[in-house]
């Protein structure tokens, strides 16, 4: 089976362009070779597993204004009061265990940059959902669909990114009902990454699919997810028709969705994390098992955004130990149902690109790589708890997706990894710049960061004292400068464009 | 028996407050539950202790100008060619083996501050040997003893260090030969929280021993280790005169030394992880065996500083994913041997401290905190490669240390931490701020960081823009102007002064 895109239209060259690397799934995603690391051992896990069963059984969950969905949740065993839905013990699990996939590729217009999304792999893909940007420059700003398309061209362009992610920002310039259509071409014609879809009505989400078809042919859809994209609970124990209805129309279409409680523990669960672990793990049961419901097979995430408030002042606080232990959990106890795992990130409550976002960040992001997250949306950009995406932020964070993607690997034990005859020929007190081993390996031997300044303190005094955020600020600029569009198939770009005039030109005035 | 210190002079009232703390080992270092992160399965750390051996067996090490320590090794079983010691397979992991403690105490003035060394304890100190300090108002300068202070005063009243260090910066302004007295005072006095002894002269390391002795009472020294001090080879597979004879001076006063090889890898070693372990297993087996044939049932601890250098300007990095593998490895490594283990820290190659700093430092601090490493040297304050200590830096890897107290912690599966019933009461669709659940845990549900800012935009914006450093700068002023010394017994405190006095009036200039 051919598994690259086929298209309906025209453009020898492109597709020839895209046939000519048709191996089934190409590299660049993570691929874990360390066990991950474990909070909580079997009782442990057991124990959240009983409580969230506990939970859909005697509390249950209220589906609002959906009664498709609570048709399906009849039908399927689960038993109604009203909008009230309560489900006897272990039948989400075995409705999601029955047909959800143990993973899935989404595939990419470029078959080269199709990723692998659960089991061993790790996906990174952007920020998501932020209606402010920032910059050195200008400060802080609503987005636009000019900084929504400078992230899409620096996602497609950093080579530690391997997805194109969302919403990178809201683009406030357009308005609202139409920006979904302009946010998926974005990603659809300046990258050639895998990308996600709008969540924000059913009717957007159908939009996407439409496009996607579009680009990629609409029977390719049929057997290959294209488009994963973020289906939030509305915590707690509520799921509503808007993320309903958009996940009905993903499944429907065999297209993948990410079902995740976004939870701020004291405000949408309680403040421990036992308490957190359950019940994201009971909200998110549930939505899979609808994906299930609506189409057995369609690949689905269980997803889990879980941070604190400051018990002080109500705000959400990020970087904690608490929501660390949370994801350590949850990716165990996604592991257990067999579904890939979408946490963590690069995650802030800083303002700005300064030693708080870092350290908070990279204490959400070592967790997320230790325990072997498999989509990790967030990964670039993310400021302020999610209010803001800085264009710094996103080139050091990206830098540090490249870190990660070292580490997974591993310590290599191959003769050269293990170096002894390099030990031995150099001999006690004679340093090792010189050595054969040493100049044979020293292009791959450490990681490279094009953000961080190793010079020495007079060197880099004389090159303007710069911090971190300065040097990424020069960065992106120059990415930008000489970024390069992805060929695609004029017909297929012309397709595009005229599906997205003719939907422009009948949706109805909204602010919503 | 009486664990508390006892003096041969004078202070009833300060000896009875010494004793109404008696226990034996009090709280505050971090105590892991959870099970250390690896890198590498039983078959890849026997390769690096076969490898270890191989070097040992082959290589050997030079012993430079101790002729005692060539001695010792040959009496052992070493087979020596001038100063070329090589070893039997085995020999110094069957010396270390055999009388080398698993974990140890370090014993402080107020017993409520003692240390566990070792095993499921984790204890954390401030940065080590910098010439240079920094703060943002006068930038960066060399270190004098009054900066000293300051950092022994910060880290006595921080509640996230639990060893006051040793040398936490370089008191210029004190010519070298004299320094370690004021050194060693200042820990004695400013803080009573355990400390390291100096090791630039074996006379020095006497020196520390001498002054100990005067702090706890001579007798209590033979059973007790109450300094510990940081032991460095001379990579590659180098040990010299000063080394071996600061270790044999406090071996012999049955004092703790933690065996360091010191490696940037593709320097001093390898640039390969697997070539830094073996090679950093062989030096320290050494240095561990010397400090048993000098005294069998020493306290020593395995020390692994390993980093990588710039291939491109052969300059430090930090915060790279190679040596993170090389620290989780060597703790598997540290852990089958069965003594304590030092590494990691807060390290970063920036000069201030900003985005990188932050992120190089959680690179290596997260690996810190998850191999289980038991005594942590530069948790706090350490910039440009250990070239200088920053006071800002100090007060955010503080805090980072606090939040690893809690995370080590694990998951709380009490039944309130469960909080099944919040849940159950809660229902769907309400927030959990006003339940009861949430108002008998808020006060402890979450770490409170005392540098982050989670206000909003707005507030912030407010309150002037202030980046992370900024506050720490505000923080570290305010702890020092609320400083109050603890009490120490003044015939204790004239007899250190008064030792001082004398070795300083006979001590020979030397600028060494």
Same mark, same amino acid.
């Given at each position: 089976?051919?598994?690259?895109?086929?298209?309906?239209?025209?453009?020898?060259?492109?597709?020839?362009?895209?046939?000519?690397?048709?191996?089934?799934?190409?590299?660049?995603?993570?691929?874990?070779?360390?066990?991950?690391?474990?909070?909580?051992?079997?009782?442990?896990?057991?124990?959240? &597993?009983?409580?969230?069963?506990?939970?859909?059984? #005697?509390?249950? +969950?209220? *589906?609002? =204004? !959906?009664?498709?969905? /609570?048709?399906?949740?009849?039908?399927?065993?689960?038993?109604?009061?009203?909008?009230?839905?309560?489900?006897?013990?272990?039948?989400?699990?075995?409705?999601?265990?029955?047909?959800?996939?143990? &993973?899935?590729?989404?595939?990419?217009?470029?078959? #080269?940059?199709? +990723?692998? *999304?659960? =089991? !061993?792999?790790?996906? /990174?893909?952007?920020?998501?959902?932020?209606?402010?940007?920032?910059?050195?420059?200008?400060?802080?700003?609503?987005?636009?669909?000019?900084?929504?398309?400078?992230?899409?061209?620096?996602?497609?362009?950093?080579?530690?990114?391997?997805?194109?992610?969302?919403?990178?920002?809201?683009?406030?310039?357009?308005?609202?009902?139409?920006?979904?259509?302009?946010?998926?071409?974005?990603?659809?014609?300046?990258?050639?990454?895998?990308?996600?879809?709008?969540?924000?009505?059913?009717?957007?989400?159908?939009?996407?699919?439409?496009?996607?078809?579009?680009?990629?042919?609409?029977?390719?859809?049929?057997?290959?997810?294209?488009?994963?994209?973020?289906?939030?609970?509305?915590?707690?124990?509520?799921?509503?028709?808007?993320?309903?209805?958009?996940?009905?129309?993903?499944?429907?279409?065999?297209?993948?969705?990410?079902?995740?409680?976004?939870?701020?523990?004291?405000?949408?669960?309680?403040?421990?994390?036992?308490?957190?672990?359950?019940?994201?793990?009971?909200?998110?049961?549930?939505?899979?098992?609808?994906?299930?419901?609506?189409?057995?097979?369609?690949?689905?995430?269980?997803?889990?955004?879980?941070?604190?408030?400051?018990?002080?002042?109500?705000?959400?606080?990020?970087?904690?130990?608490?929501?660390?232990?949370?994801?350590?959990?949850?990716?165990?106890?996604?592991?257990?149902?067999?579904?890939?795992?979408?946490?963590?990130?690069?995650?802030?409550?800083?303002?700005?690109?300064?030693?708080?976002?870092?350290?908070?960040?990279?204490?959400?992001?070592?967790?997320?790589?230790?325990?072997?997250?498999?989509?990790?949306?967030?990964?670039?950009?993310?400021?302020?708890?999610?209010?803001?995406?800085?264009?710094?932020?996103?080139?050091?964070?990206?830098?540090?997706?490249?870190?990660?993607?070292?580490?997974?690997?591993?310590?290599?034990?191959?003769?050269?990894?293990?170096?002894?005859?390099?030990?031995?020929?150099?001999?006690?007190?004679?340093?090792?710049?010189?050595?054969?081993?040493?100049?044979?390996?020293?292009?791959?031997?450490?990681?490279?960061?094009?953000?961080?300044?190793?010079?020495?303190?007079?060197?880099?005094?004389?090159?303007?004292?710069?911090?971190?955020?300065?040097?990424?600020?020069?960065?992106?600029?120059?990415?930008?400068?000489?970024?390069?569009?992805?060929?695609?198939?004029?017909?297929?770009?012309?397709?595009?464009?005229?599906?997205?005039?003719?939907?422009?030109?009948?949706?109805?005035?909204?602010?919503?």
């Amino acid at each position: 089976m051919d598994e690259s895109p086929r298209h309906r239209t025209g453009g020898r060259e492109a597709r020839r362009a895209l046939r000519s690397h048709s191996h089934d799934v190409y590299l660049p995603f993570l691929t874990r070779t360390l066990a991950p690391f474990e909070v909580l051992n079997e009782e442990g896990l057991s124990i959240i &597993e009983r409580n969230a069963d506990t939970i859909l059984e #005697e509390v249950g +969950v209220e *589906i609002r =204004g !959906d009664t498709d969905a /609570l048709r399906l949740f009849r039908e399927a065993g689960a038993d109604l009061t009203g909008e009230r839905v309560r489900f006897p013990r272990g039948l989400c699990r075995s409705i999601v265990q029955a047909t959800a996939p143990h &993973e899935f590729v989404q595939y990419a217009r470029n078959p #080269e940059r199709s +990723v692998r *999304i659960g =089991g !061993d792999a790790t996906v /990174l893909a952007p920020s998501y959902g932020t209606p402010f940007v920032r910059d050195l420059d200008n400060g802080r700003r609503y987005g636009t669909i000019e900084d929504f398309r400078n992230f899409v061209k620096l996602a497609y362009m950093s080579p530690h990114l391997q997805h194109s992610g969302g919403t990178v920002c809201e683009p406030v310039d357009v308005p609202v009902h139409k920006r979904h259509l302009d946010m998926v071409y974005a990603h659809m014609r300046f990258s050639d990454k895998p990308f996600m879809g709008s969540v924000t009505h059913p009717d957007r989400a159908r939009d996407t699919v439409a496009m996607a078809r579009i680009l990629f042919g609409a029977d390719y859809l049929e057997d290959h997810a294209v488009v994963t994209s973020l289906i939030n609970a509305n915590s707690p124990l509520v799921w509503d028709a808007t993320m309903l209805g958009s996940a009905r129309a993903y499944a429907e279409a065999n297209q993948a969705t990410i079902i995740t409680p976004f939870i701020l523990a004291g405000a949408m669960a309680p403040v421990t994390a036992a308490g957190v672990c359950a019940q994201t793990l009971a909200e998110s049961l549930v939505g899979m098992a609808f994906t299930q419901l609506v189409r057995p097979g369609a690949p689905v995430i269980l997803g889990s955004f879980a941070s604190s408030i400051s018990m002080q002042s109500g705000a959400p606080t990020f970087g904690t130990p608490e929501p660390a232990l949370v994801l350590y959990a949850m990716a165990s106890l996604a592991r257990r149902l067999g579904v890939p795992f979408r946490s963590g990130g690069n995650l802030c409550a800083s303002k700005v690109a300064d030693a708080q976002a870092a350290y908070e960040s990279a204490a959400t992001f070592w967790p997320t790589i230790q325990a072997g997250v498999n989509f990790v949306l967030h990964a670039a950009g993310w400021l302020e708890g999610g209010l803001a995406i800085g264009y710094e932020k996103f080139i050091l964070d990206a830098d540090q997706c490249g870190m990660a993607a070292v580490f997974v690997k591993g310590i290599d034990l191959s003769e050269n990894g293990q170096a002894l005859d390099a030990i031995r020929e150099n001999g006690p007190g004679h340093h090792f710049l010189g050595t054969a081993h040493t100049l044979a390996n020293f292009e791959t031997a450490f990681y490279r960061s094009e953000v961080a300044d190793n010079n020495s303190f007079e060197q880099w005094l004389e090159g303007g004292s710069l911090d971190a955020a300065q040097r990424a600020n020069r960065i992106w600029k120059r990415m930008l400068s000489e970024y390069e569009a992805p060929a695609i198939d004029p017909a297929i770009d012309e397709a595009l464009l005229d599906f997205i005039a003719r939907r422009k030109a009948v949706l109805p005035d909204s602010e919503v």
